[in-house]
């Protein structure tokens, strides 16, 4: 993460994001070795964007074993420490509403950088997702984007919950683009939608739903617009 990069990469993630686009994106980055922390602090504060996660220490500690059976420990840079969060928090086999926070990263015997309470307090608060050392191993201490305006910017999973449920509309309702509008379409979109949000909510993915509608679009009569109120887990 620099500045340059984080400001290429947040327009990216929103632009791509966008009703227009349609492939929503969020981005998982490290910092350099040596970044201090009012360095990655400064970063966080200056993207302040909910697609995007910056994680810290700026290194870890990883063994290798060559092949003459050498086993060696190597310290490895916050590139790497990013890619070992994404592979936890993005597994396919977890859903979109499993919380970043004590998750279990795998993949290093240590942190490269530890930091008191304090530090880490002050560095998460400024939009940074940190790691800890426990005696379980290496876990996220609180999952966190960059925008730390509220609890629906700053949690992870609210825009992951986001993503998924546009995503899984988008797939149960591209059936009936191109096929005839006929007076009882909008009550069948209206019951899979329905449906949906049912199953949503059995597989705790968002609580509650509400105020489900389904109408033609007033600019485009061969359009709908499906309007739908829901609160992530």
């Not at 490290?30 to 966080?44: C, E, K, S, Y």
């Not at 609890?151 to 309702?173: E, G, H, S, W």
Request: glycine share 8%.
């Amino acid at each position: 993460a620099t500045t340059t990069l984080l400001s290429a990469i947040s327009n990216h993630c929103d632009v791509q994001s966008s009703i227009r686009y349609r492939s929503e994106r969020r981005a998982v980055l490290g910092v350099a070795v040596g970044t201090q922390p009012r360095d990655v602090q400064a970063l966080a504060q200056g993207v302040g964007n909910t697609r995007i996660c910056i994680i810290y220490p700026d290194m870890a500690r990883i063994r290798f074993t060559d092949t003459q059976g050498v086993v060696q420990s190597f310290l490895v840079g916050g590139e790497m420490v990013a890619v070992a969060v994404a592979m936890a928090t993005f597994n396919p086999a977890i859903d979109s509403a499993t919380p970043w926070t004590n998750r279990q990263i795998n993949g290093f015997t240590d942190l490269g950088r530890t930091l008191d309470d304090v530090d880490a307090n002050t560095t998460a608060n400024a939009g940074v997702t940190v790691l800890k050392k426990t005696i379980n191993g290496i876990q996220v201490r609180h999952g966190l984007t960059t925008d730390m305006t509220s609890v629906l910017t700053k949690t992870p999973t609210v825009i992951q919950i986001a993503d998924d449920v546009q995503l899984r509309c988008r797939n149960l309702l591209g059936v009936y683009i191109g096929t005839k509008f006929v007076p009882n379409t909008i009550q069948q979109i209206q019951g899979r939608v329905n449906n949906l949000f049912k199953q949503l909510v059995r597989d705790q993915i968002i609580s509650t739903y509400t105020g489900l509608t389904v109408a033609t679009d007033p600019n485009d009569p061969t359009g709908l617009l499906v309007d739908v109120f829901y609160k992530p887990v």
